[in-house]
């Protein structure tokens, strides 16, 4: 038995369309899992520095300054925050408190975790922010990229109020002349186990890099058997692997 090859124009356009698609899909989770294990192995080795005030982050390069740890002595002010909407843990709706306190004639947005919200969004959390100066222990927060937001984000009229996300670039100008005070460029993230803080546990990272690796796998497989099944498809190779171990 010889084999043969008769392709079908419409499985092998469809193959030749999808096939790359689902290798580039792959090779790409392979590429976010490295990048998510960088993220980590940054964090984990920045976590063994020393703290550091604000000020003193201000002085150090754009991409050295991202998850180093800070402590500062924080005034807070009643009712000077924003609430981020939208923030999910364990599948429960809630928000992020992120106050404005004053640090040594900064600005700074410490960002003092999730509260429960009500899912009807009826009623917002009620927010008591500490009294007087505390010595905070935080982390500096640096996102890897762009949020998606549903139309403009401005800096809303008055405090406290609901935003989608902390974009403090944007509203630095604003902010500054509003609190009176130079703006901290970045978010401080308070530590789990600090007094002012609610619930201040933060993923490292959305996606660990063995789940990044798993859908690799997934788009790969999805390859794998596309191929195969053109090839089975489109040959008698099937029938002729079968004549030649000599089964019927």
């Known amino acids: 038995m010889k084999l043969r090859v008769e392709l079908d124009w419409r499985t092998t356009l469809a193959t030749a369309l999808l096939l790359p698609t689902l290798l580039s899909l792959g090779f790409w989770q392979l590429d976010r899992a490295d990048e998510k294990a960088a993220l980590i192995d940054r964090l984990e ?61 900064l600005a700074v947005a410490l960002n003092l975790g999730w509260v429960r919200g009500d899912p009807s969004r009826q009623t917002l959390p009620t927010i008591v922010l500490p009294s007087g100066v505390q010595t905070v222990s935080g982390r500096l927060y640096q996102p890897s990229g762009n949020a998606f937001m549903l139309g403009e984000n401005r800096l809303p009229a008055q405090f406290p109020s609901v935003v989608q996300q902390l974009t403090l670039p944007a509203w630095e100008e604003e902010l500054q002349s509003r609190l009176d005070q130079p703006i901290f460029p970045l978010e401080i993230r308070v530590d789990e186990f600090e007094s002012v ?52």
Not at 220 to 242: D, E, K, Q, V
């Open 45 to 105: 080795a920045r976590r063994a520095l020393p703290a550091i005030t604000p000020q003193s982050a201000l002085r150090l390069p754009g991409d050295e300054r991202a998850d180093r740890q800070v402590v500062m002595d924080a005034r807070f002010i009643p009712n000077r925050f924003v609430l981020l909407d939208n923030r999910l843990r364990g599948g429960q709706f809630g928000y992020e408190v992120v106050a404005f306190a004053e640090v040594d004639q």
């Open 197 to 248: 803080a609610f619930d201040a546990t933060w993923a490292i990272v959305n996606q660990t890099p063995a789940k990044h690796q798993g859908y690799a796998f997934q788009w790969f497989t999805m390859a794998a058997a596309l191929g195969l099944a053109f090839i089975f498809r489109s040959t008698n190779l099937w029938r002729w692997l079968r004549h030649r171990i000599g089964r019927p």
